[in-house]
């Protein structure tokens, strides 16, 4: 397992791997991979701890049909949504045995004879979650991919379709923020925390970022800042009167993005402006999101919700695309990078499990295929 910084530091062996797809991708004619040996899949077959449940397995693919593609995965995230599908916690849970995996990009490596908007060669993400990424192979039905453009860093394409998406709505859907407006956000080293200091630094937007205390902050400090960060503290500094002079000098916040719950989204609150509204994504605390009296009858705070996969579902495929072209056009302008991130071949998934399930960890984990 080795350690990437930024997307457009993608490894030897990812460009190497790359290229190797793309040969393979160039002949549509080969029968469908799997035969005896199987297609390496991360199954699971029944709910609990990832690392106890979840099995490098064989499986067959499914016989190419008129609409269908088949794709070699290049490499898939392992998302707190994942993690909490393995353990029988999240709103949508697929039928089992299931291959995990919501996010990642393939390549399109052979299309059935009805499809129309892919061909070999593509880059592709799936379109709804319950995909099963975290395998080297599948076959599965044209509507279920999104093409997106093979000119990014492969760690951006990897990790596209869930937290930038995300960060992107959140910053412009709930408040009509104006450059030189501030917002503030807990768990700021999340996916969608990085996301969020990128987006809203390429969009004029100042950035209060909170994150737990730990061992190595001035490092994951420097680190936010590096990209975009305009200011870092711990929940703790969040806590003392001092933020009352910090306040004097910046602007309150009319957006907060909750990914933590408890005591933390408290703080959150406490420190947004008149009229400004908190969007809770995430419950990492599993702790209640709790708001004082005060804050709805003298502040008139608005507390909201947000899910990638409903809005999905109530915009649609359209709607989504222009998104992902939207954030692609961040990515070239080197404005959006993937995630700090650690490559992990599938082989190795355990160490990727294991550290998912570690705390204070800044580095979102690729499986490599």
Known sequence: MWTCGR????????????????????????????????????????????????????????????????????????????????????SILPELPAIGGNDGVGQVVEVGSAVMGVKPGDWVIPTNIGFGTWRAEAVVSEESLIVIPNDIPL???????????????????????????????????????????????????RTINVVRDRPDLQKLTDRLKDLGAEHVFTEEAMRRPEMKDFFKNFPRPQLALNCVGGKSSTELMRHLGNGGTMVTYGGMAKQPVTASTSSFIFKDIKLRGFWMSQWNKDHGTDQFKEMILTLCDFIRRGQLTAPFCSEVPLQDYQVALEACMKPFISSKQILIM
């Open 7 to 90: 997307c457009s530091r993608s490894s030897a062996r990812l460009g190497r791997q790359r290229d190797e797809a793309r040969r393979e991708a160039s002949s549509s004619s080969r029968p469908a991979a799997g035969g005896a040996a199987g297609v390496r899949a991360l199954v699971y077959a029944e709910h609990g701890e990832p690392v106890k449940v979840v099995e490098l397995k064989k499986l067959e693919l499914s016989p190419l049909g008129k609409s269908d593609v088949r794709i070699k995965i290049l490499a898939a995230p392992v998302n707190p949504a994942d993690i909490n599908m393995i353990q029988g916690k999240y």
């Open 155 to 205: 760690l951006c394409a990897a990790t596209l379709r869930v937290n930038p998406c995300t960060a992107y709505r959140m910053l412009s859907d709930f408040e009509q923020l104006r450059p030189g407006d501030s917002i503030i956000q807990n768990a700021a080293n999340s996916g969608v925390g990085q996301a969020v200091i990128q987006i809203a630094a390429a969009l004029g937007l």
